[in-house]
């Protein structure tokens, strides 16, 4: 060692160098004997100095203190200083002085510093060297306290030195380690990845009879768990026989660094049992854990737990917690735990606020963030930068800019150095951007100019490019922006989107919308109507569409020109004209006002007939050519012929009408006044004359005279009189006959219906959309039921009658007599419920127009007595009234009053069911909750299991149930992907859930829905159809029919016919929903894409199996 410091020298130096231990030497010598200090006070004041000079000073002071002696606990406090100042020459000197000052040799603990400071030092062969000075100083071989130390030291440097001193310095002078020493060699192990030798350590300790201690297990587990080997760690936990609470903590924050939230739970659970509290960061690992599983719940009920045993948390647990609440979309929830935080005494910081603020932001709750804002301030919670940058993207992003400015502003007025941040300058040319003003976006980018130079000089540079059209270039330096960190703003990418589409590189255009919303700035229409004009220009009206519904799920806002330009695109290919309706549906739905060019467009291809449209498909194509199909369209087209002169008949008809209606309530009133005045100028004698007579008639009447019959006669004379004065009503034209379509199943389907609708919706007045004939039957019960209501709430019409009767000169029986009159006529023209019914279809289709309507009709079928009624009834009513019905069916006319993925039940197939409802689950981006959906009447059905958009069920909640159409209805509107379990094969046994399920079938294919199910048989095998099959044997034999002969009428509804037929349509669209074509449609068909935008998407093919 090479000398260093001088110890006689420094023990000559003069006091007058340190005026504050001349204080203290004041302060004990003034006192005497009597304030003499202890040695652990002069102990503290050495390890208190801030040089190795100064420890010595104070030590040779202490020794001048009368009746103070040094002992091996100031030597050890000098000896610790000296060695944490690397003064390891004097270190010896002083070593050397000891026996002569205080008469003893340095103890284990002196020389356990020694070596402890040689570590720090990272001198670990000098470390070895003590056991000389232990020699030097006593005739004892060095104790195990001094070896273990010494091997401390070693392991920490490189366990191959650890383990040969071990060998050799230890078990070569036969000092036999404790468990301590074994515990040390286990560190030294695991800080080097060797497991496995820290393994053969262990049966070591257990072959020889060492206890191992807890802490060696400790050791040993969370190298495995460090290592990913958190199984093995379990496995060796079982081992303990005891444990600790930093057993629990490792196996926990592993678990939850595995994201296994399940064991991480039945861990805390066992560290519960066995009377430990997890500590704040495993217990923060874990309410992280299950806020990112959407178990929110859970994470609250943990912490509860953790709080009601005592245990204390941090804000940084509350903060986690609040994040969860937050990314689960339940902000105002995460608000209420923030004042319960606050309640418990754990105070939030300002990142408890930054969450809180930034769920608000993201739910559009801009007042209760800038409450929060406020509330800061308020509290004495600093604001950061990330309070500030968040508010005033959330403002800006939310139509709110001028409010951003204002936070904008008082950022800028604070201390906090937030002048190098660009970020809050690009929210706001985001939000100007969004505002679409973009002169005061670019006066703002210049005012920007001073503070960014060089990100607003390129921004500036590309924005001149692109007008230029010099767009390479002016990519090359966005590029470079990007590698120098400068952060494009909205106004650069919205601009180089233009451009590339203009020069027709919608790939390049895509990428830059991706990277824009990447940074958070989602387009305005006007930006992504450019691509979208680009694809439509180029043909892929498909990629349009596709474009326009992932920017709808990104919270982009259509307008107009986004419809416009998919519209006129379809339009002008005329393949796909049912897409262009639903875009047209979609845009009234979305409040959104088609332009004159969308409608001129859909108009001129309605126009072209259906024949002409048919012809145009098969030579395209897409359909192949067939005669039945041919002579289909032909029909339609003669139909529409023959509706042109008919809907002008009607026009005339309607006007004429409405003038025969006026003139004849003129009349009918003028009659009224009439008979009023005679009976108010009918003199006093002519009263008592009537009462004598009506004493007597009362006194003589016959108790079986039917009440009313005056009025009836009186009313019947009056109608009379007013045919002959205006003549009687005007007679409606002769309706063109309509269309019935029926063939086996499959061969009418529901999109040439369709088409049919096509063709009538902008050239004639189609009464209702396509309707199916279960939806249709719910719709006829509901109108049923609302006319009814309304009838009971009319039997006494006393305000809209009593006007112009009140006003009139006459007395006020005589105007009694007038309402009874009115109120008579009401009765009498109140109709029965479903001729009302049908007018109910009339007004709720024509609204104000007048004339000839055309009812769509899909798969009319009758199955019950009550359905044949309503359905004669109000289609006898429609057709009296000039309705012309097209319909389809699977059942010839004189017939109607006869009434995709399946799994083998076995445990492989139903784990592939399994794993493909997690998948979906997976892919919707959302967590498996319950929800109750509204059905009708006030009746609501309950869902234990959905996840945006997708549902799971058994077969017996939705067929075993007594639930019907409406039930199914509401499932295939809410949701677009349907999981069914546990399907039966069906028999007559359980025939009312097979009628169910067929039901069922039918409104999820209508609807468009993609169908999981597990079943216990194929789809071919699941309805047993044929005769002779034990399906047919069970009809015959319920029904009590015999197999040979024809069965009809009510005998093949009893007798399971009906079924039969059912099962052929349902296998039918059971095999077509299972089509790539199909599945693919689900995404643009199904409702729920068009009235939810979430932002998750459930990619179809990819869920399904091969």
Known sequence: MSKILNLSKVLNRTDQKLPLLSHIQSRYISANSVLVPTHQHIAHLILDQKSANQAVQTFEWASKIPNFKHTQSTYRALIHKLCTFRQFNVVEQVLDEMPKRIGSSPDDDIFITIVRGFGRAKMTREAIRVLNLVSKFGDNAPSLKVLNTILDVLVKEDIDIAREFYRKKMMGNGVKGDDYTYGILMKGFCLTNRIGDGFKLLQVMKTHGVKVNIVVYNTLIYALCKNGKVGRARSLM????????????????????????????????????????????????????????????????????????????DVVAYNTLLKGFVKGGKVKAGCGYLKQMEMKGCLPNTETYNVVITGLCESRMLDSALDMFDEMKRVGVERNFVT?????????????????????????????????????????????????????????????????????????????????????????????????????????????????????????????????????????????????????????????????????????????????????????????????????????????????????????????????????????????????????????????????????????????????????????????????????????????????????????RSENVEPGVGKWV??????????????????????????????????????????????????????????????????????????????????????????????????????????????????????????????KFLVDGQGDRRGASVLCFDEIQTVDVFAIIALSGIVSRLLSTGTVLVATSNRAPRDLNQTRYFWPLDSTKMKRYENTWKKVVEQSGGKVTSQTLWVMFGRTLEVSESCNGAARFTFEYLCGRPVGAADYIAVAKTYHTVFISDIPVMSMRIRDKARRFITLVDELYNHHCCLYCSAAASIDDLFQETEGTKLRRDVLAEGKVSSSGPTTGIISLLSGQEEMFAFQRAVSRLIEMQTPLYLEGVRHIHPYFHANQTGHEIDIANVVPS
């Open 238 to 313: 079982s081992e303990m026989v005891e444990f600790s609470d930093v057993t629990f903590n490792i196996m926990i924050s592993s678990y939850c660094d595995e994201n296994n939230p399940v064991q991480a739970m039945v861990m805390m659970e066992k560290c519960f049992g066995s009377g430990f509290l997890p500590d704040i960061v495993a217990l923060t690992k874990v309410v992280e854990i299950l806020c990112n599983a959407g178990r929110i719940a859970e994470a609250v009920e943990v912490l509860e737990r953790v709080e009601e045993k005592g245990g204390i948390l």
């Open 388 to 700: 500030f940058a968040t508010l005033i993207y959330g403002l800006c992003s939310g139509g709110r800019t001028r409010d951003g400015l204002m936070i904008f502003e008082l950022m800028g007025e604070g201390k906090g150095g937030f002048e190098g941040h660009i970020g809050p300058y690009n929210s706001i040319l985001y939000g100007l951007y969004k505002e679409n003003r973009m002169d005061k976006a670019l006066e703002f980018l210049n005012y920007m100019k001073n503070l960014f130079p060089r990100a607003v000089d390129r921004s500036l540079s590309i924005l001149t490019l692109c007008q230029e059209g010099n767009i390479e270039k002016a990519k090359k330096i966005l590029d470079k922006m990007n590698d120098e960190g400068d952060f494009p703003n909205a106004l650069v990418y919205a601009s180089l989107i233009q451009g590339f589409c203009k020069n027709g590189c919608m790939k390049e255009a895509v990428e830059l919308m991706n990277e824009m919303i990447g940074h958070n700035f989602f387009p305005v229409a006007s930006t992504f109507n450019v691509l979208i004009n680009g694809f439509c220009g180029q043909g892929k009206v498909k990629t349009a569409l596709r474009l326009l519904e992932d920017l709808k799920m990104r919270s982009c806002l259509p307008d107009y020109e986004s419809y416009g330009l998919l519209i006129k695109a379809f339009c002008s290919e005329g393949d796909d004209i049912q897409q262009v309706l639903m875009l047209f549906m979609e845009m009234v739905e979305r409040g959104i006002s088609p332009d004159y060019c969308s409608w001129n467009a859909l108009i001129l291809v309605a126009l072209e007939g259906p024949l002409a449209h048919y012809k145009s498909l098969v030579n395209q194509g897409k359909l192949q050519d067939d005669p039945y199909q041919e002579k289909v369209a032909f029909e339609l087209d003669n139909l529409l012929g023959r509706l042109d002169q008919y809907e002008k008949d009607m026009e005339e008809y309607h006007a004429n009408l409405a003038k025969w209606e006026e003139s004849r309530e003129k009349e009918r009133r003028r009659l009224l006044m009439e008979e009023a005045e005679a009976k108010q100028h009918g003199g006093e004698s002519v009263n008592k004359r009537r009462n004598f007579f009506q004493k007597l008639m009362s006194s003589t």
């Open 714 to 839: 009186s009313y019947l004379n009056r109608e009379r009189k007013l045919d002959s004065l205006v003549g009687r009503r005007p007679t409606a034209p002769t309706a063109p006959k309509g269309l019935y379509l029926y063939g086996n199943v499959g061969s009418v389907r529901r999109k040439e219906l369709l088409s049919i609708e096509e063709g009538f919706t902008f050239t004639r007045q189609v009464l209702a959309p396509t309707s199916h004939c279960v939806l249709a039957m719910l719709q006829i019960n509901y109108l049923m039921h609302e006319v009814w209501k309304k009838q009971k709430m009319e039997k006494s019409p006393q305000s809209s009658i009593s006007n112009w009767v009140m006003n009139l000169p006459f007395d006020t029986k005589i105007k009694e007599w007038l309402v009874e009159e009115e109120r008579y006529k009401q009765e009498m023209k109140m109709k029965n419920i479903l001729p009302a019914v049908a007018d």
